[in-house]
């Protein structure tokens, strides 16, 4: 008994003491940065152990219950890891140094692969969230300006529903589409436009949206860019343009409650307007108004029919060379008499103020097994141009379980649910429409009283009274104008989308060097529009009105299968191999039907309402549905040796559903070298990290659906199926325009990171451009498509950044970016050298195209010219016009920029922040169909030059016969003559070599100069190379002042951070040299349409304030 006593004494002093031993003590301190700033977010774990941990506060501060003899890791992104040994310590004062050398800098690549930055050797940029949200963005895409080197964005005025295109390294392919493939964590998803025309501008269609508009910059962690041929390779026949991988929010570990709030309202207002000239009223001048008119641009006809004369000037006239406003009394086209005086802001009463509000929740949470993080947003716009709005709903999704130390699992999923209702209209019919130009003595409140009748029907134009004899226009006047009003304010086009994209990956660690992964996505889109069009005048006059109801459902499937291996064989050498397979399939459905020739029922909107049938014979209904599928598998592998020289080399075999059997299989192979030279040599003290990388990679375009095969049409006739061969052929031979690409870099980072740059020389040949070549009719058919011709790119890219003041309460950095790019078509088939890339008939009669010059960049702009003589000098006509020349076209200039770039600026002072973005374009030119038809009519402030003599306009008198006759200042006309001070005389020489001295009136000049349309028929003598324009540009994008409360202020309220501050974004330019209107207002996917511009909407200028709160 005694004995067992002993033993359990002796047990229990045993256990006692390792109890002792293993006694926790609750450490206490805080983190700084290398000035003495709290560092907020700083991981620190107990080392050996996967669950005791925590995270800083707002203070840089913390707690954590740990063992005695405890060492703790410090880690932080940017930031060197740290390992603290405690030797009893209970307090701690730590300050975290910056990675000065990158090494430990993680990058996204291609599919979803995590590396370090060091180790590639090719060209990619990074975007971190954080700055892209400072300005309040109402999409992902228009955060983008500026902030990459290479990187061009563009999106056309018309808000935030308006689509945003990117684009990387130039232009690619000539027919298709140059934007990059966009990569949302691991899943390639659609970004094309519903009902997106590639086509030039026309009257009356609306700005359209891209898919790109759905993804949230509030969700996004980072996005990385991919712009070689050597990154985007193991995406094959999508890498030609690039690749932008965007990488979404993950739950964290942190402090409170783990809610973060944020609330933004920006006021949106028309930025400018064209500077319109007030001087003078409608008309064409005395020699072009029609008889009745008087020198000065006055009838005094019987208008209204009640045998008194009434005063008016040409209201049907386009033109502003009419009367000078001097406020007498006049009948105006609605029947009222007015003052004849300018009405300078009929142009702001035609926008509103418009508005964004964005709110956004989300909920974080994450432990050593796993992490949550769950995103509301809901985002309410109301745009500049009336009754218009856009309602936006997106729910966002992201989880991490870690089942077993081995097993790790990922889900995301974000839905977007929106309503847009009457996406804003292009305003072409104001500005490039003969029946829309507003006159400056037009009063703006006439239009919106008159565009509807107060019986709730459209007007009643001049010429058809009967329609509505007591409310009918009394005088023809900018009848296009009150239908575009009509179009925009009482019919209604709405559109609903529902879009799902999600993904679900699988990791497992088979051991310490082999991991596989498996991931399936998917982005569902189902998309509906419904149009309703009310009826226009009553039912007895006949049908009218309209109803459209359209359906499409978008689908890609995605899924790949990776394993990696990864072995250190010696201090000197390492090697990694991956293989993997992937899948995807893309589905479109669509669906349309449309009235026909009215409603039986006054505004009763259903397809049954249609006054006569409808069948895919008349265009009124149909039905599509394509499927698209593309698989290949791939390899990667990665040599190192002694830590500072990585070989990577890809290799991708892919086959294409697009592509004919035989033809549908391809290799797309890579190979890339980084050398870091700062590990390899004895570089200067000032030297922390430099690296020279090389890289050649192939990747590629495929041909859009069926070019390779014949696609016949089927139409019933009689009820009898038949099949219609196409006019244009496919094509079994065809193959992708093969991307080839060869990359050298060199990345630099001095003085202790405050300064650094990336800069990049890249060469590309894209060989094999698909292009529509026209065929003997004797074939069956107009065209085929055929490969024959090569496209190269070759730039420059330099991304700078430095730290010119870093303080502890005061610190100024600035980052730069400059993209050079120079496009050449290398060839085309034999005996061709130029290939149009406008599609159907030749613009405006023939006026001007838009081409790829072999030797040339593509996008030339040709005009017909106006005639010279062998030296040079403009051919004058003998009323001293310019002659057009119809026997050719001549350039004009391109639509291409040779530089693109950006500077971002960041100043930091205690607990205010404030940053600034300026973006610019330089080189290349736009043709602007709006400049040129208003320059015609005579509404620009610069066609007030030669109307007077103050104003440059030349003295002259014109006798009876109408002969014209310069005078000197200070001398008398002859009796009987008229003096005016219009004059202009065209410097060149007539058909005989004499120096041309023939005076037209300045309205001449404007009228027939700049007349629409070149047609020979016509005997015009315009050139439309009057409107080609110098396309540069720097413009104020962005700015965000933010003030952070101290947390003393907040730690009584629970609230771990509060941040307010106002923003301002497309606030507006230092310089441009496109007048009148904005540089950005070509409208469409294509490289083509953006560089003409015909009438799309004001810009805007967004000024804002914003909340963000974290508890």
Not at 152 to 179: E, F, Y
Request: hydrophobic fraction near 35%.
């Amino acid at each position: 008994m005694k004995r067992s006593l002993l033993v359990c004494a002796v047990l229990f002093l045993l256990c006692a003491n390792f109890v002792l031993a293993q006694e926790k003590k609750t450490v206490a301190g805080i983190v700084q940065d290398e000035k003495g700033l709290p560092l907020v977010g700083v991981s620190i774990q107990e080392k050996g152990s996967n669950t005791n941990g925590t995270l800083t506060d707002a203070n840089g501060t913390f707690k954590l219950s740990v063992s005695t003899d405890a060492t703790l890791l410090f880690t932080y992104v940017g930031y060197m890891r740290q390992e603290v040994p405690l030797n009893g310590r209970v307090s701690l004062a730590m300050k975290m140094m910056p990675d000065s050398k990158g090494l430990n800098e993680i990058v996204v690549t291609a599919l979803g692969i995590k590396r370090e930055r060091r180790k590639l050797g090719y060209a990619i940029a990074n975007v971190s969230g954080e700055d892209m949200i400072k300005a309040s963005p109402t999409n992902f895409g228009s955060a983008l300006y500026g902030r990459a080197a290479g990187v061009s964005v563009q999106s056309a005025p018309g808000g935030a529903t308006s689509a945003v295109i990117l684009k990387i390294r130039g232009v690619n392919t000539l027919n298709g589409d140059n934007q990059p493939l966009i990569v949302v964590d691991g899943v390639p998803i659609r970004n094309d436009a519903n009902f997106n025309s590639t086509t030039l501008n026309s009257q009356y269609d609306r700005i359209r949206g891209n898919s790109l508009l759905d993804i949230n910059p509030e969700n996004i962690q980072d996005v990385s860019i991919l712009k070689g041929a050597a990154a985007t390779a193991l995406y094959g026949s999508n890498g030609s343009n690039g690749v932008v991988l965007i990488t979404t929010k993950q739950g964290t570990r942190r402090q409170g409650i783990g809610v973060d709030f944020n609330y933004s309202y920006g006021m949106e207002k028309v930025a400018f307007l064209p500077e319109y000239q007030t001087s003078y009223g409608p008309g064409y001048g005395r020699n072009d108004n029609p008889a009745g008119y008087d020198k000065d641009g006055w009838s005094n006809a019987d208008v209204n029919g009640d045998g008194k004369p009434d005063l008016t000037p040409f209201f049907g006239a386009y033109s502003q060379f009419g009367p000078k406003f001097d406020g007498r009394d006049f009948y105006y086209w609605d029947g009222t008499t007015r003052k004849y005086q300018a009405h300078p802001d009929n142009w702001k009463k035609f926008y509103r103020t418009g508005g964004s509000s964005i709110a956004n929740v989300a909920i974080n949470s994450a432990n050593e097994r796993g992490s949550i993080r769950f995103s509301y947003t809901r985002n309410d716009y109301k745009g500049i141009q009336l009754n218009s709005k856009q309602e936006k709903n997106t729910f966002n999704l992201n989880t991490s379980y870690k089942i077993t130390p081995k097993l790790t699992t990922d889900f995301v999923v974000n839905y977007v649910n929106e309503f847009v209702h009457n996406r804003p209209d292009q305003i072409h019919s104001m500005t490039g429409s003969y029946g829309g130009f507003v006159s400056p003595a037009d009063d703006m409140d006439v239009f919106f009283n008159k565009y509807k009748t107060s019986k709730g029907y459209k007007f009643a134009p001049y010429d058809n009274t009967a329609l509505d004899p007591e409310e009918a226009l009394k005088y023809r006047s900018r009848t296009d104008l009150l239908s575009w009003m009509w179009n925009q304010l009482q019919n209604s086009y709405d559109e609903r989308t529902n879009r799902v994209v999600s993904s679900a990956t699988v990791s497992y660690e088979i051991n310490k060097n082999i991991k596989v992964r498996g991931r399936f996505g998917n982005d569902f889109t189902g998309y509906g529009s419904e149009q309703k069009n009310y009826a226009e005048y009553p039912l007895a006059f006949g049908a009218s009105g309209a109803y459209a109801v359209a359906n499409n459902q978008y689908n890609i499937s995605y899924a790949d299968l990776l394993a990696t291996y990864n072995k250190e064989f010696s201090p000197k050498f390492g090697l990694s191999f991956s293989a993997g397979y992937q899948a995807r399939r893309e589905d479109k459905r669509y669906n349309y039907a449309s009235t026909r020739d009215g409603l039986i029922e006054e505004n009763w909107f259903t397809i049954n309402a249609s006054k006569s049938p409808i069948n895919p014979n008349n265009d009124f209904f149909g039905t599509s549905r394509t499927s698209y599928l593309q698989d290949g598998i791939f390899g990667i592998l990665g040599l190192s040796y002694r830590n500072f020289l990585f070989l990577e080399a890809t290799e991708r075999y892919e086959r294409i559903s697009t592509l004919a059997p035989g033809h549908n299989a391809y290799f797309y192979p890579s190979v890339s070298l980084s050398f870091e030279l700062s590990k390899a040599l004895h570089m200067p003290r000032m030297v922390d990290y430099s690296k020279l990388r090389l890289s050649y990679g192939v990747a590629a375009t495929p041909p859009d659906l069926y070019k390779a095969n014949i696609v016949y049409s089927g139409t019933p006739v009689n009820g009898v199926a038949m099949l219609y061969p196409p006019s244009q052929y496919g094509n079994n031979d065809l193959e992708p325009e093969f991307k080839h690409e060869f990359e050298v870099g060199w990345e630099t980072k001095m003085f202790e990171n405050r300064f650094g740059f990336d800069f990049s020389f890249y060469n590309s040949v894209i060989k094999g451009q698909i292009v529509n070549l026209t065929v003997p009719t004797t074939v069956g058919a107009r065209s085929i498509w055929q490969n024959v011709g090569d496209l190269g790119n070759q730039g420059l890219e330099l991304a700078i950044y430095g730290t010119p003041i870093a303080k502890k309460n005061f610190d100024w950095s600035v980052r730069g970016n400059l993209g050079f790019n120079q496009n050449k078509l290398k060839s085309l088939r034999s005996g061709v050298d130029q290939m149009r890339l406008t599609t159907g008939d030749l613009p405006d009669g023939g006026s001007f195209d838009i081409v790829a010059n072999v030797g040339q960049a593509a996008g030339d702009i040709m005009v017909r010219p106006f005639k010279k003589d062998a030296q040079g000098q403009f051919i004058t006509d003998a009323q001293g016009f310019y002659i057009t020349d119809f026997t050719r076209y001549e350039k004009a200039g391109n639509i291409q920029p040779k530089m693109t770039g950006g500077i971002a600026n960041t100043i930091r002072y205690k607990n205010w922040s404030l940053d600034f973005l300026v973006d610019f374009r330089w080189g290349g030119q736009m043709l602007s169909l709006s400049n040129f038809y208003n320059t015609g009519a005579g509404m620009f402030k610069s066609t007030m030059k030669y109307r007077d003599e103050a104003n440059g306009g030349i003295t002259y008198y014109e006798d009876a016969t109408g002969n014209r006759t310069r005078m000197d200042k200070g001398a008398s006309a002859p009796a009987g003559a008229t003096v005016f001070h219009d004059g202009v005389v065209l410097d060149g020489v007539d058909e005989n070599g004499k120096k041309n001295e023939k005076i037209l009136t300045a309205a001449q000049y404007y009228v027939y100069t700049f007349q629409w349309g070149n047609y020979a028929s016509n005997a015009t003598m315009n050139s439309y190379s009057n409107a080609v324009y110098d396309n540069n540009f720097i413009k104020f994008r962005e700015f965000s002042l933010n003030y952070t409360l101290p947390v003393g202020m907040l730690s009584k309220l629970k609230i771990q951070k509060l941040t307010v501050g106002i923003f301002g974004r497309n606030l507006f330019y230092f310089y441009k040299t496109l007048p009148n209107l904005d540089p950005e207002a070509g409208i469409g996917s294509s490289f083509v349409t953006q560089g003409v511009e015909s009438g799309t909407m004001a810009p805007t200028r967004t000024l804002g304030a914003n909340l963000r709160l974290s508890f």
